[in-house]
């Protein structure tokens, strides 16, 4: 499908701040962006509005727009929101997933099982982010998918890897990652499949806010 040239700006944009070539507080040039993408400015202003909904930039008037400042608060309610949204859209599409998806998503859990022992956190992430996406991906509600895309873009901005504070958590996360995978493959009832890849993400989060705030946890409620 064609994108529009607002959508072109959009991925333009979303996908240099989620690589860090675009850093908090960094100054977003409409001009020089529509300049870069041989379009007006028009589109890239659309795609600036959109943006600043989804909370990755601000923007000021007779300021301008700027890639939003990382806040640890924001970090917490991503994880948060992601742990509930991601859990029910893997719920949703555990009965449409495929034998080959549930190969490709132990391929992938596999190569992060291998990267352990020469550990780099941007690729595990990278990894585990293609893992949680084929198992959600036939999720039948689109927008509750692009909800789960909204959130792990912007975590891609508060945090390059949560893993660069948190490594020992990788290796439990291989494991739940197993276990949600059997889960799956044994038709295990979906209320199960969803609290088991909900408390997943929650324990990375729950691991991330011993390291930085001891005392401190998810706090979600159980459903």
């Known amino acids: 499908m064609t994108r529009s040239k607002s959508q072109l700006a959009y991925h333009f944009v979303k996908d240099r701040i989620a690589r860090q ?34 909370g990755l930039v601000t923007f000021e008037r007779n300021v301008g727009a700027h890639v939003a400042m990382v806040d640890d608060s924001q970090y917490r309610y991503s994880m948060q ?23 490709r998503a132990r391929s992938v859990n596999e190569r992060m099982i291998e990267s352990l022992s020469d550990f780099e956190p941007r690729l595990f ?17 689109p927008r509750l998918a692009a909800l789960v895309d909204a959130e792990w873009g912007r975590l891609g901005h508060l945090r390059a890897s949560t893993f660069t504070f948190v490594p020992g958590r990788a290796r439990e996360s291989v494991s739940e990652h197993e276990d949600i995978v059997a889960l799956i493959e044994a038709s295990a009832p979906l209320s ?24 401190e946890s998810l706090g979600l409620p159980d459903f």
Request: glycine share 4%; net charge negative; aromatic share 6%.
């Open 21 to 54: 070539e675009y850093t908090p507080g960094y100054r977003l040039v409409l001009g020089s962006i529509a300049k870069d993408l041989d379009m007006s400015v028009v589109p890239v202003r659309e795609a600036i509005r959109q943006l600043e909904a989804e």
């Open 81 to 103: 929101a992601l742990s509930v949204l991601e859990g029910a859209a893997t719920a949703m599409a555990a009965r449409r997933l495929s034998d080959d998806d549930i190969r």
């Open 125 to 141: 992430t990278t990894l585990n982010q293609q893992f949680h996406s084929i198992l959600f991906a036939k999720c039948p509600n």
């Open 192 to 215: 199960r499949i969803e609290d088991a890849a909900r408390r997943h993400r929650s324990a990375t989060l729950d691991a991330y806010l011993i390291h930085e705030h001891p005392g």
